[in-house]
């Protein structure tokens, strides 16, 4: 019984050799130019058509490749024909250009439909990166692409592999992204449900399964030519060398775990920070977090192996994604021996917390400040506001202005969103073991004002949910900066847990889990002159309202480009010039 995949050898392989002679003719260039048209089309991401976002006709959109140091400079033209758009570099921190950071309402004003905006920035930090939309729901629409960046010449990275892969993880729901934003939008509200599939690299596979004579369910054994936009992209080795797979997870629900069958994975990056090198049978990966682990081909030749990417955190309804680590000369149709592996029970945590308390900064890296300036503790609940469904931080949910908050700050617009500052902790009788006692919240728009260089302390305090014995995990995307993560803790944080913080060599992240009726620590250096999103990175989270928005130096910001602010208040102003 073979998978019947033998032309993926020759597809994927010609693929990396294109893709490579265009990265080493472009290499010699600092400025790397794309020109990108996002529409929708018809596309069949796990064997079932459907309708996705794209990019100049491909999904996931084209990967860009750079190295340290280099500028990007992306035309983006919307050919959505009905809806604005924008790209979010996730994990590049707009040093300078907090105009480019792509995020609607905030950074800038959505590009409307037959317009094109120039994203131009500088990729300071080499790292396993990706990019998304960040309007609305489309990312959960398809519209994402990974974005890889080298080290600069002459630097070398402080491991050593023979190969590399790109493996970026989505999942995927056959109702389309209106209705499920209708939906979350809704009184009562009415749930997205769990994704019909997982993908990896966009494709998967629904109703039927690469690995379907190894399991006793009722799902059929895929019979695939290779050459179908939901076959797998296989991953062809050479037997006895070390590899890089470079893994980003750009799920809109789903926590993953990723296991390689028979194979250790040597953790040596994490959100383009280098971390020290530890040994793992499989790992999780929340949405918005990227890795780079070493895999050693030193198992037998003459098989292949499975690849599996499995839910965790929330009662699986979705089968694992599959793909095959393909030994030469072993034909890439053979399946294997034995079957996938199997993804830890869903809510063990205990697992979970493992993996993440294993996660160290590299001898070098920068260390935090031992004191801060100022403390954010963030409450994370479920709320309601007259009967709709809402997720808040301390008992406001967030709503975005028209007009982005980089321009009407440096404006000086006080009309433009709540002056009054959100809360900056909650009560101290809060029960967070609970459901709340009074479970409405309400709306607001304002904005936790950082002093420049100034060290900020933030707590993610985790909550039970409106529904008794009910907490999430919440993986929390700050953009702008990296963080350092001090430490994780279970129930209320008290100040007698300060002295749990790593100060030694916590890691540097971007993105950071707080584990159910939990907490997490983070520490950071508000630095980067903007005004920018930090929010959980589950897509129907945020658009419940779960993030704040941060701003900092906005009165040092250059000149910022005309198209970011051509909306709202600010857009008013440059159509009457008399008030600028």
């Not at 095959?324 to 205990?350: C, E, G, M, Q, V």
């Not at 995307?477 to 209320?492: I, R």
Request: net charge neutral.
């Amino acid at each position: 019984m073979g998978l019947g995949l033998r032309h993926v050898a020759v597809v994927v392989t010609c693929w990396m050799v294109m893709l490579c002679s265009v990265f080493e003719i472009s290499y010699g260039s600092k400025t790397r130019h794309f020109k990108w048209e996002v529409e929708y089309m018809f596309w069949s991401p796990d064997c079932k058509e459907s309708i996705v976002m794209g990019i100049n006709g491909q999904f996931p959109g084209p990967t860009i490749r750079a190295r340290a140091g280099d500028t990007i400079a992306v035309e983006l033209t919307n050919k959505l024909y009905t809806e604005g758009v924008v790209i979010h570099w996730h994990g590049i921190r707009q040093l300078g250009t907090p105009w480019a950071d792509g995020t609607a309402s905030i950074s800038q004003c959505p590009v409307n439909p037959g317009e094109t905006y120039l994203y131009r920035f500088k990729v300071d930090k080499a790292g396993t990166y990706f990019y998304h939309g960040h309007l609305g729901m489309q990312r959960s629409a398809g519209l994402y692409g990974s974005l890889i960046v080298d080290v600069a010449d002459g630097e070398k990275e402080p491991f050593h592999y023979d190969g590399e892969f790109n493996l970026l993880l989505s999942d995927w729901w056959h109702r389309s992204v209106h209705e499920q934003e209708v939906g979350l939008s809704s009184r009562p509200l009415r749930w997205i449900g769990e994704p019909q599939t997982l993908l990896i690299n966009g494709r998967g596979q629904f109703n039927c399964s690469l690995a379907a004579h190894f399991s006793n369910g009722s799902a059929e054994q895929c019979k695939l030519r290779g050459n179908e936009q939901c076959a797998p992209q296989i991953l062809h080795v050479q037997p006895n060398k070390t590899y890089r797979l470079r893994i980003a997870s750009t799920t809109a629900l789903a926590s993953l775990n990723l296991a390689v069958k028979n194979h250790k994975m040597v953790v040596v990056e994490a959100d383009g920070n280098y971390v020290q090198p530890f040994e793992v049978d499989d790992m999780d990966i929340y949405s918005g977090e990227s890795y780079s682990v070493l895999l050693t081909t030193n198992q037998d030749p003459s098989h292949n192996y499975w690849i599996s990417a499995g839910v965790r955190g929330r009662k699986p309804e979705t089968p694992p994604a599959l793909t095959l680590l393909n030994y030469h000369p072993t034909s890439a149709s053979k399946i294997p021996l034995s079957p996938p592996p199997i993804t830890p029970r869903w809510d063990d945590y205990d697992h979970s917390k493992s993996f993440s308390n294993k996660i160290f900064a590299l001898m070098g890296s920068p260390k935090p400040p031992t004191n801060f300036h100022r403390r954010l503790t963030l409450l994370n609940t479920q709320n309601t506001i007259n009967g709709f469904t809402k997720w808040a931080i301390n008992n406001v949910s967030l709503t975005l202005p028209p007009t982005p908050y980089l321009g009407s700050i440096k404006h000086g617009l006080k009309d433009a969103f709540d002056q009054n500052g959100p809360p900056e902790n909650f009560s101290n009788e809060y029960d967070v073991m609970k459901p709340p006692v009074n479970a409405n919240t309400t709306l607001g728009s304002g904005v936790y004002m950082l002093g420049l260089n100034t060290t900020v302390d933030v707590i993610l305090q985790n909550a039970n949910a409106i529904k008794p014995n009910v907490s999430e995990i919440h993986p929390w995307h700050l953009h702008g900066h990296d963080f350092w993560v001090l430490g994780y803790g279970e129930g209320k944080f008290t100040k007698e847990d300060e002295k749990k913080f790593n100060l030694k060599n916590p890691p540097l992240r971007n993105t950071a889990v707080i584990f159910p009726y939990g907490w997490t620590a983070l520490r950071f250096v508000a630095d980067n002159p903007g005004a920018w999103a930090f929010h959980c990175h589950i897509e129907p989270h945020l658009h419940m309202g779960m993030g704040v928005v941060l701003a900092l130096g906005v009165e040092t910001v250059g000149n910022i480009p005309n198209q970011a602010l051509a909306c709202g208040l600010t857009g008013k102003r440059f159509m009457n010039p008399k008030q600028n």
